[in-house]
């Protein structure tokens, strides 16, 4: 178990009026792969926008590393959650490397100019996702899935204590689900990050996360992947 | 290191292109000036005549100048909306500005045939001011729109929607105008960059200059926010002040050239692309400057070519920069039919 990197206290979201009847108070640790499972409409995307500040929270505080975000801009919140959103535009004329560095945007000055330990962070990323062969290749002309896997390892190389994926599966086929979910918590693991992803593929999510943020009859709870597959919820969210 | 120097190989073939059109335009004209007169007119030779000087100066540089800032400002305009839509087929006008411009001018061309006696001319000036308020009043309506909506799409139909109306408002006062005023007002919407005084022109290139410097202050912004708008949000950008400086500068740009040169189309959706695919990158911090090269250098084959095709007089520029354009456009929805900006 590593440290606490993520601390919600007394959260309540949702757009104007709540989506959850009792506030949330949870935490996550470093090298945590969480997956929130909640069906449509309950708030999963709404809970993940207010986490990286697309949404304002309408009570509680959220803190990353003992830094209560409300305190800080959002420029500096950025080195300290990063966001991989479901599907990943085909910007025309970008490289997968470019997409990449824009990982260490929250680092550099307005110019964008990366300095020698950016460039060597972004390089042991890609080598470390197996990007090399696509590195200089467009994001138009890869596949949704390469395209997805460039975008997690921006993710890395953002060097943020918390990760969100908002439904990382949704486009995968079967075995790729299970490639990316398996790859995510090794990553979890070596880097020591905390991952929190949005799932509908309960089956495979159950097979490698840590815990589960179950979102149900407004109520946010962190149950055990254990709790959770013997808890009859399987059925009602499949 | 590598990418750097292809890139600085691409700067200098196209600011050669650039400085090879803009000698090859100064000597395109009704009479014939050779190069070296307008060379000793620029470097201080005194021997000319003044009638001489005055038409280099009115004539040729001035409609250089203001074709190479008009151009500039447009391909820059179009790129930066076409990076805000996140949608390859905007371009400088789909806010509306250029129509709140014709709007403007319309209300004095055609309006003054309903209010004044038809004796009476309306100015330049008159018609600089008219298009200046009126793209002003269209920027005002857009920018309270876009403080309020957070989806960019509904800023788009906003923007086509007030150019509708703008255009149909037109078209009413049309037909009300007399045959003098309706063609008027229709030549004016043909563009023209003869009509531009030297001192006008001059004052375009400091507007152009500081506008364009300004929003390539914003190039890593514009970078991030091309990999979408909750993206973006998730890393610390803050969305509508970014739109909000963008849809500034983009109507100074074309509130200034539809002003002086009346609604040039097609450079704006036109050039960006053209950028993209000689640089072959999506970095606003190339493209900036690259489409302000490659804009002026466009509308300046444009003017050439509205001078010299036709013997007795001068085409109107927005119909050739069209015919000129279209086979990009028709290029680019081949080429990127699976792709978003």
């Known amino acids: 178990m590593g440290e606490v990197v993520l601390n919600i206290d007394g959260l309540v979201f949702g757009h104007k009026r709540p989506l959850v009847s009792q506030a949330v108070d949870l935490s996550a640790n470093a090298g945590d792969f969480i997956c929130l499972v909640g069906r449509n409409g309950t708030g999963k995307t709404t809970m993940l926008n207010t986490l990286i500040g697309v949404k304002k929270t309408l009570g509680g505080q959220i803190s990353i590393c003992g830094v209560p975000l409300s305190r800080i801009s959002a420029r500096e919140k950025s080195r300290f959650i990063s966001f991989v959103p479901s599907k990943v535009e085909a910007v025309l004329n970008m490289r997968i490397r470019d997409l990449i560095a824009v990982g260490r945007s929250p680092y550099t000055n307005i110019f964008d100019r990366r300095t020698k330990a950016d460039n060597a962070i972004i390089e042991d990323f890609i080598q470390k996702f197996g990007l090399s062969g696509i590195a200089d290749s467009m994001i138009a002309e890869v596949s949704d899935g390469e395209r997805q896997k460039a975008m997690i390892c921006r993710a890395m190389v953002q060097q943020t204590p918390v990760i969100l994926l908002d439904e990382p599966t949704a486009f995968l086929d079967y075995f790729a689900k299970r490639r990316l979910l398996s790859d995510l918590k090794d990553i979890a693991s070596a880097e020591n990050r905390c991952i929190i992803f949005s799932c509908h593929d309960l089956d495979v999510a159950a097979k490698y996360c840590s815990h589960i943020w179950l979102l149900d009859e407004q109520k946010l709870v962190q149950i055990t992947v254990d709790e959770f597959l013997n808890g009859g919820y399987f059925s009602k969210y499949q | ?341």
Request: proline letters at 3%.
């Open chain 2, 1 to 341: 290191m590598n990418r750097s120097l292809s890139y600085i190989i691409r700067y200098a073939l196209i600011i050669v292109a650039l400085i090879a059109l803009a000698i090859l335009d100064v000597c395109t004209g009704s009479n014939k000036i050779p190069l070296s007169d307008i060379f000793s007119y620029i470097f201080g030779g005194s021997d000319l005549s003044v009638d001489y000087q005055f038409t280099i100066r009115e004539f040729r540089l001035a409609r250089l100048i203001t074709a190479m800032v008009a151009g500039a400002a447009l391909s820059v305009s179009g790129l930066l909306m076409q990076t805000v839509f996140r949608n390859p087929l905007a371009g400088p006008y789909v806010l509306g500005i250029s129509n709140g411009a014709s709007l403007g001018v319309a209300v004095i061309v055609l309006g003054s045939g309903l209010f004044l006696p038809s004796s009476a001319d309306v100015s330049n000036l008159a018609i600089l001011i008219a298009a200046g308020i009126g793209s002003a009043a269209v920027l005002m309506l857009i920018l309270a729109v876009s403080m309020r909506v957070k989806d960019i799409l509904s800023i788009l139909i906003v923007g086509i929607l007030v150019s509708g109306v703008v255009a149909s408002v037109v078209n009413v006062m049309q037909f009300f105008s007399n045959e003098v005023n309706v063609k008027s007002y229709v030549v004016w919407t043909m563009g023209s960059l003869d009509s531009v005084s030297f001192d006008d022109s001059i004052v375009l290139v400091p507007v152009c200059i500081i506008v364009c410097v300004v929003l390539y202050l914003f190039s890593k912004k514009l970078n991030i926010l091309l990999l979408g708008e909750q993206f973006a949000v998730s890393m610390g950008l803050n969305i509508k002040w970014l739109r909000v400086i963008v849809f500034v500068g983009v109507s100074a740009l074309t509130g200034a050239v539809t002003a002086f040169c009346g609604p040039l189309g097609f450079i704006g959706l036109a050039v960006p692309h053209i950028s993209r695919w000689i640089f072959n990158t999506s970095n606003h911090f190339v493209l900036i400057p690259a489409s302000m090269i490659l804009g002026a250098a466009f509308l300046l084959c444009g003017d050439i070519l509205s001078h010299c095709l036709y013997s007795q007089g001068v085409l109107p520029i927005n119909a050739v920069i069209s015919i000129l354009g279209a086979p990009f456009i028709i290029w680019i929805v081949f080429k990127n039919q699976r792709t978003v900006i």
